[in-house]
C-alpha cells in the first residue's frame, strides 16, 4: 500500500494550477506592459504573477475554512511547479535549478509580505511605493501613475477575489479584474 502513495495526487493540485493559471493569464494582460511601462522581462512577469498569486493566496488563507489554507498552499506548490518548469526549458543546468527556485521563493515571500501591511490597512499609497520598488525596480517615482493605477488594480482585485466564494475557488474558478487604461 505505500508505494500507492507516492502515486497519489496532492489535496487540490488540479485546482491550484486552475487557479494559478487564471492569475498568469491576469498578470499577462497586455496593459501592463503596453501602459504601465512594466518591463516584459523574465523578471517583470515574475513580478506581476507574483503580485497576483499573492493576493489570491491572501484571499485563501483569509477563509475560515481550512480548505481554502490547503488551496492556498496547492496554488503556491504550482506556481514554484511552473518556476521550476520553465527554468528546465529556458536551459538552466539541473545543478543550479534549486538555487534559482529558492531566490525566487525568497522573493515572493518578500514581495508578499511588502504588500500585506498596505493591503490590510487600505493604504494605496503605500502599496504602490512597494510596488515602485518591486515592479519597477525603484527606476519610477512611487507617485508615478503607473504604480499608483496599479496599487488602485490590486486593491481592486483584493476586494474582488474577497468577494468570490470558496466553493467557486475549490472548483479552480477565479476572476481577476483587468487593468484600466491610464491617461
Known amino acids: 500500500m505505500a508505494l500507492f502513495g507516492l502515486f497519489r495526487r496532492k489535496p487540490h493540485e488540479r485546482q491550484g494550477f486552475e487557479l494559478y493559471g487564471a492569475a ?7 496593459l501592463f506592459f503596453a501602459r504601465y511601462g512594466v518591463a516584459d522581462t523574465l523578471d517583470g512577469r515574475f513580478d506581476l504573477i507574483g503580485l497576483q498569486v499573492a493576493l489570491l493566496i491572501r484571499r485563501l488563507h ?7 489554507a490547503a488551496l492556498a498552499q496547492a496554488v503556491f506548490d504550482a ?3 511552473d ?7 529556458m536551459g538552466v543546468g539541473d545543478m543550479s535549478i ?3 527556485v529558492k ?33 519597477w525596480r525603484g527606476a ?7 504604480p499608483r493605477a496599479l496599487a488602485a488594480l ?7 477575489l474577497a468577494g468570490q466564494g470558496l466553493d467557486a475557488l475549490l472548483r479552480g474558478q477565479v476572476t481577476f479584474p483587468a487593468p484600466r487604461d491610464m491617461p
Open 24 to 30: 498568469v493569464r491576469a498578470a499577462r494582460h497586455p
Open 140 to 146: 519610477v517615482a512611487e507617485d508615478a501613475p503607473a
Open 79 to 81: 506556481m514554484f511547479a
Open 98 to 100: 534549486a538555487k534559482r
Open 103 to 135: 531566490n525566487m521563493w525568497e522573493a515572493f515571500h518578500g514581495r508578499a509580505r511588502a504588500y500585506e501591511a498596505p493591503l490590510e490597512a487600505r493604504d494605496e499609497a503605500a502599496l504602490a511605493a512597494a510596488l515602485a520598488r518591486n515592479v
Open 62 to 68: 483569509r477563509d475560515p475554512d481550512p480548505r481554502g
Open 83 to 89: 518556476m521550476d518548469f520553465n527554468l528546465r526549458e
Open 154 to 160: 490590486a486593491m481592486a482585485t483584493d476586494d474582488a
